[in-house]
Nanobody, 115 residues
């Protein structure tokens, strides 16, 4: 089982930046797929960014060019750098790990962007 702990959320104004962190309870070299999802009130959870292996990265259309996913294997930590944040980015952001036949999520971290 994988435990994930997110941090770094907060409140910013439009145009601002935040960096989310997700620390895993195991060596993330063993986790082939990791990513970030988000869920706004009344909406379905959606994938934001995913990294497969070392460097295969994909992004949701609404965040391309603004968000960057990365990982630090030595720290067992996944990051999401978010720039030029907009009010529509307001959501709870969840770290995701796909390991074996299961998918795991952290408890989530709130990001609030004001106009």
């Amino acid at each position: 089982q994988v435990q994930l702990v997110e941090s770094g959320g907060g409140a910013v104004q439009a145009g601002g930046s935040l960096r989310l962190s997700c620390t895993a309870s195991m060596n993330i070299v063993s986790i082939h797929i990791m990513g970030w999802d988000r869920q706004a009130p009344g909406k379905q959870r959606e994938p934001v960014a995913t990294v497969r292996g070392v460097s295969m990265k994909t992004y949701g259309d609404s965040v391309k060019g603004r968000f960057t996913i990365s990982k630090d294997i030595a720290k067992n930590t996944l990051y999401l750098e978010m720039n030029n944040l907009q009010p529509e980015d307001t959501s709870i952001y969840y770290c995701r790990a796909e390991w074996g036949s299961s998918t795991y999520w952290g408890q989530g971290t709130q990001v609030t962007v004001s106009a």
